[in-house]
C-alpha cells in the first residue's frame, strides 16, 4: 500500500468552502481520484498556522446563516481523522461510482424539504449530507436491522416521535414527516451530549450506548467531538467510521463536479395535498390526477401497501397543479370502486395464510384491508378484500 500524505490546511479549507462550489479561487484541491489505493487529495502547502483558531471555518456563503457547528469541528485538524475522510472520499469516488450519482439524483429531489427544516430547526446545514450515508436518500431504503427511510428510523424510535408504523401506513418513509421528526431527534441529542460528533454516533448506535460509555470512562468530561475520538474504540464499527464516513460524503456530495460526478438536474420535491375520506388503492388516486401510477407511488412511499387506510381521512399527495382535478374527478368515483381489490369468499379449511398464498399477497396486506377481521375465526363463507395491484380487476381469479 503506497503511504498517505497528511491532510494541510487545503483539505481542511475546501472540504468546507467546496460543499457550495469548490475552493475561493474556483479550483478544487481535491481531485477526481487516480486509480491508487488512496488517492492524493491534498496539498503539501501549508498555512493553517495563520489562521485565527477562534475563527470559525464556515463556507462564506454560509455568512448569513448561523454558525455550522458540525463543519467547525476542530477534529478537521486532526491528522488520523483527516486521514480516514480521505479513505472514504476515496470510497465515494471510486467503489461506490456506479450507484453514486443515484445518491445524488435523489438528495437533489429532497433537498429543499431538507434545508428548510434544518434550518427551522437551528440546526447545522451539513446535516443535510447525513441521508447520503444513511439511505442513499432513498425513502424505501431498509436495513439489516429494519431501519427504514430517509433517516433510517428503527419502529420504537420512529414510534417515540409520534411516527405512525403500521401495516398501511409507516411514516419513516414519508420525507416529509421524518426529516421534521430527525430534526427534533438530532437537535435532542446534540442538546443531551453538547458535541456533534457524539450527537451522531448515539444517533448510529442508540443514546443509551454512548450514554453507557461515558458514564464509565468520562463521567466528569464535557461533552466534545474529541472525547468522541478518544472513546470510539469502545463503539461498534459502524459507529467507528460513521464520522469520516458523513464527512467524505460531504466533500464529494457538497462539489460532486470536482469528483467526476455530473450535477443532477433539478427536481424539486413539489406537489398538491388533497385528502382522501377512507381506503382508496394509489392507483384509483392516480386516475382520479390523471397521473402515473409510479408518479403517486413516488409521491407518497409511506403508504406501503398502495392504499389509504380505511375509516379515516388522510392526506395524499398528487402532482403539482393537479388538485383540482382530483378533487372533481374522485368525487365522480362510486365508494365501492375506489379500492383496486378481489373479493374472496372463505372456503372451509382456509386461513389467512392460505388466501394469501393464493394471491400472492402478504398476511399484514389482507389483515390491513380487513381490519375487522379474527383471523382465528374466519367463517365459511365470508367476503375477504384482497387488495391487489391495478392489474386485476374486482371479482377475478387468481390466474385469470
Known amino acids: ?18 460543499i457550495l462550489g469548490g475552493c475561493a479561487d474556483g479550483s478544487s484541491p481535491l481531485h477526481p481520484p487516480a486509480p ?4 492524493s487529495l491534498v496539498s503539501e502547502n501549508s498555512d493553517l498556522e495563520a489562521l485565527p483558531l477562534r475563527e470559525p471555518l464556515v ?10 457547528e458540525l463543519l467547525a469541528t476542530p477534529m478537521l485538524r486532526d491528522s488520523s481523522f483527516m486521514e480516514e475522510v ?17 445518491y445524488l439524483r435523489r438528495m437533489k429531489w429532497f433537498e429543499g424539504t431538507v434545508d428548510s427544516t434544518l434550518a427551522l430547526h437551528d440546526l447545522p446545514q451539513s446535516l443535510r449530507y447525513l441521508p447520503v450515508i444513511e439511505s442513499g436518500y432513498s425513502p424505501v431504503a431498509v436495513s439489516r436491522a429494519n431501519a427504514v427511510g430517509l433517516w433510517q428510523f428503527m419502529a420504537p ?9 403500521t401495516a398501511l401506513v409507516d411514516e419513516r418513509r414519508d420525507p416529509l414527516r421524518s426529516t421534521e421528526a430527525a430534526a427534533v431527534f438530532l437537535g435532542e441529542l446534540y442538546e443531551e451530549f453538547g458535541s456533534w ?16 460509555l461515558l458514564i464509565r470512562y468520562a463521567p466528569l468530561e464535557p461533552g466534545t467531538d474529541r472525547l468522541y475520538w478518544e472513546l470510539r474504540r469502545y463503539l461498534p464499527k459502524e459507529t467507528r467510521e460513521f464520522l469520516p464516513k458523513l464527512f467524505g460524503a460531504i466533500v464529494v456530495a457538497g462539489n460532486p463536479t470536482s469528483h467526476g460526478y455530473d450535477l443532477p438536474a433539478q427536481d424539486p420535491f413539489s406537489f398538491d395535498q388533497v385528502w382522501v375520506p377512507d381506503a382508496t388503492t394509489l392507483d384509483v388516486i392516480a386516475k382520479a390526477s390523471e397521473s402515473a401510477d409510479t408518479e403517486i407511488s413516488r409521491l407518497n412511499p409511506q403508504y406501503v401497501r398502495g392504499m389509504t387506510p380505511p375509516l379515516r381521512q388522510v392526506s395524499v399527495r398528487v402532482p403539482k397543479g393537479k388538485g383540482d382535478l382530483f378533487s ?20 372451509p379449511g382456509e386461513t389467512l395464510s392460505h388466501i394469501a398464498v393464493l394471491y400472492r399477497v402478504s398476511v399484514p396486506d389482507l389483515r390491513a384491508a380487513n381490519p375487522t377481521i379474527r383471523p382465528r375465526y374466519l367463517r ?8 391487489v395491484s391495478a392489474g386485476l380487476k374486482r371479482d377475478s381469479k387468481p390466474g385469470s
Open 380 to 387: 365459511i363463507g365470508a367476503m375477504i378484500t384482497v387488495p
Open 86 to 102: 480521505q479513505e472514504w472520499v476515496g470510497f465515494w469516488t471510486t467503489s461506490a461510482s456506479s450507484w453514486f450519482p443515484d
Open 59 to 68: 463556507a462564506p456563503n454560509f455568512e448569513d446563516l448561523p454558525v455550522d
Open 157 to 165: 424510535t420512529a414510534k417515540d416521535l409520534g411516527m405512525e408504523v
Open 36 to 39: 491508487v489505493e488512496a488517492p
Open 1 to 18: 500500500m503506497k503511504p498517505r500524505s497528511r491532510p494541510g490546511s487545503a483539505l481542511i479549507g475546501c472540504l468546507i468552502f467546496g
Open 197 to 212: 460528533f457524539l450527537a451522531l454516533a448515539a444517533y448510529n448506535s442508540g443514546p443509551g450506548r454512548v450514554r453507557r
Open 328 to 347: 372533481r374527478n374522485y368525487a365522480l368515483i362510486p365508494v365501492d370502486e375506489r379500492v383496486s381489490f378481489v373479493e374472496h369468499i372463505v372456503a
